[in-house]
């Protein structure tokens, strides 16, 4: 009976460890840690500018993250940009 | 313990608005510029500022608003005679945006004329390749300013196509400085992003007077692989009908990325405007006119930027006459107040 309840105990703590380690595999490709998710909604960012806002002129040589945001509320009415469009742009000017 | 749950979620409430009012700093940008011109014989010289207020109000809300301050400075009898001075300011738009979903935002107010690409896109000093405006620009535009309502977006956006949208109404406004035409229309484009490809078709009913069509495309191509931008507009109107196309190269792709030569930019712009019928105040030429023109532009490090030209006007019905221009200009930008982190 009681060895029956070890193997019990045993087999509940391997299956844990098993669906913890698919889950956070799985946390790991679908949620990527803070610091890579802002590079990449950067990188994005950056391209989404050079396609839209680029196209009439460049980017402010200086920028500060205080200015950017009505910068880019003022270009996502001008250029007709989405709401994505606007994070993904603001993620690029102020990161 | 009510009063002190009150006091904590207030203070709360002022901290975020704090940190809101923060992040939605409003900023003074524009251009600033003095440009020169010599048309047919005559000089001219024009201190210009332009600023745009922007103020974003939450997450969904702008008020944004664009003056142009301008001074003109010219002989007396066009080409002799002494210099003496003018002032002209105008209030070119005021308008409170609503970004009513991802796509649509609600505009009222006083805006630009949603009809081509140059009145909204091009028009700034520090953007414009040359100094004038197209001369076929007040076809469809109403006297580029409107005072009234306009929706605008994206109907769909995806990363191989932007269908955009713009559609509006302006009602009649005699009231100094914010003179505005009663009329309808706007303006819709399909933007390609994988070639930087977009064409646009733009609309105008005018509703006071004589009431009347105006129609007019537009084309924007600017391909990644090299500093190359074409742009350019037909447009059509009871006064008659004429195109710009424009071509401007930045040398930076032979010359490297901080060569001196890198940031030369030749421009070309061929213009025409066809007469059909004469209307009284319709700002276009009296007759038949061809504009070729040729210019440089220089990028200064801080957004500072040296332009010259030189075009040739030909008219059907007068003297043709050539058009030097040259200046400099300036893009700044700011917060309204300081501090924060820069």
Known sequence: MRQRSVVLLAACALS?????VVLAKQSKTQNPPPSQSATAASAEGEKRFRTNCGRCHNPPEDI???????????MRVRAMLTAEDERLILAYLAP | MLRKVLSTSLLLLAGS???SAQENVPIVSGGAGFLGATNGG????QPVVAPVLSIPLGNQWLIESRADLRGLISREDGSSGPYQGQFFGTLEYLQLDYNATSHLTITAG???TPFGIFTERLSPIWISKFQDAPIITPIG???????????RGALLSNSHYAVNYAAYFSTLSTVSNLESERGAGGRAGVFLPSTRLEIGVSYRRTLQGNHFNSVGMDLSWSPYRTPLEIKGEWAHSPSGYGYWLQAAYRLSQLAGSDSFLSRLEPVVRMQQFVRSEHVPGDSLPSSNAQLPEFGLNYYLPHEVRLNASYGREFFSRSTDVNIWEYGITYRFLFPM??????
């Open chain 1, 16 to 20: 844990n460890l098993l669906v913890g």
């Open chain 2, 110 to 112: 006083r805006f630009l």
């Open chain 2, 337 to 342: 107040w300081p501090g924060g982190s820069r």
């Open chain 1, 64 to 74: 500060s993250p205080r200015e950017a945001r009505a910068v880019v509320r003022q």
């Open chain 2, 42 to 45: 005559a000089s001219f010289f």
């Open chain 2, 17 to 19: 608005s704090l940190v």
């Open chain 2, 141 to 151: 535009t109403g006297g580029s300013y409107n005072d009234g309502f306009m929706v």
